[in-house]
C-alpha cells in the first residue's frame, strides 16, 4: 500500500516502515561519525523504541558496542494497516546491529509486568557479561499495578487550580487559546503510579535479585524541567510530581546499588519533538520558538544529539557533573538565559498571524513526520509498500 500521513490534534495515527528504518539509520550514522565512546558492554533500555530510549540504545550499541537488549510494547503492523513507529524502528535497529555484528535482543511487552521482568531475566542470561548500563525511558499513559492488579491512568493537568494559556496546532500554525480543570488527589497520585520511580525499582530488584548487574553498573532515567511558562502543565502539574518522584527514586536506586559500587542519575533533558511532547499543551509552541532560538544561535541539539552527548561529555567521563539535587544537566543550553530571553520576548508577540515567521514551524513539523517515518529525504513515499 502507498501510506500517507494521518494524524488530528497533533497525534499520529500513523507510520512508515521505510521512512522509520531510513531515520533510524540517520541516527547510527551521527552516532558513528561523533567517534567510540568508552561506555557500557551490555545495556538493558526499557522503552526502547522512540525518542530518548531509542537514541539511548543506538548510542550505546553504535557509539559504545555494547551487547544491547530492548523491552517495548509496539504494534505490529498487518495487511490492512501499519504498525506503530516504535515497531519499524525495533526492526530497524535489530537489522543494522545484526549487519554490525552486534548482539541485540528484544522483548515486545509490557514493561510494567512481572512476567516480562522475569523474561528479560532469562533473556540476559543468554549471554555472559552482565548489565553495565540500565536505561529507564518508559512513556506509557497508563500502567497495571502488579502487586493490586488495579489499573493507573496518568493525566496532563495542574495541580491547585485551572490552567489557561496558549498552544499550538503544528500542522495547520493556528494559535489557540486552551484551558485544563486541575488534577484531583486521586488523579495526581494515579500519575505518579504510572511514571513515578516505583516500576525503575522493580527493574533493579530483578536485576539484582537474579545477579545480573556488573560492578560499577549504572541506571539511568529521564527528565525534564523546562522554563517557568511551562511549568504550571508541566514540572508544577502532574506530570511533574511523577518526575519528581523519579529523581527521589534515583536517589534510593542509588542505594541499592552500592552493593555492586553502581549508581543512579536523572539525567534533565531538553524539550525535543516526541510523541509525548506533542500532546502536551503549551509544549509543542514553546518548542517551536525555541527551536528557532537555539538554531539561530547554533546550539540545537535533536535527540540522538543530545543522547551522545549525554555518554561522551556525562556519563562516562570519570567523574560525572551533576547538579546539587544529583541530577545530570544537558537541558544546559536550553536553559542559557540569552536563550530563555529570546524565547520569552517571541512568546508574548506570537500568534496565528505570525506564527510561521516567528517560530521554526518548518523544523518543527520535520521533526514530527520524522518520529514517524515520514518527510525523510532519499525515501519515496509515493511507492508500495509491505506494512
Known sequence: MVIEPKFRNNIFINSHPTGCAAEVRRQIEYVRSKGRIQGPRKALVVGSSTGYGLASRIVAA??????????????????????????????????EAVAAGLQAFDINADAYATEVKERAVETLKRTPAKVDLLVYSLASPVRTDPATGILHKSVLKPIGGAYSARSVDVMSGEVKDFS?????AQ????????MGAEDWKLWIAALLGAGLLAEGAVAIAYSYIGPAMTHAIYREGTIGRAKEDLERGAREIGGLLS?????AYVSVNKAVVTRSSAVIPVVPLYISLLFKVMKAKGVHEDCIAQIERLFADRLYTGDVPTDAEGRIRIDDLELRPDVQNDVAELWTRVDTANFERLADAEGYRRDFLAVHGFGIPGVDYAADVDP
Open 180 to 184: 485544563v480543570e486541575p488534577a484531583t
Open 259 to 263: 552493593s555492586v559500587g553502581g549508581r
Open 62 to 95: 553504535f557509539g559504545c558496542g555494547a551487547e544491547t537488549i530492548g523491552i517495548a510494547f509496539e504494534k505490529e503492523g498487518s495487511d490492512k494497516r501499519p504498525g506503530t513507529a516504535g515497531w519499524y524502528n525495533t526492526l530497524a535497529f535489530q537489522k
Open 187 to 194: 488523579e495526581i497520585a494515579d500519575t505518579v503510579k504510572v
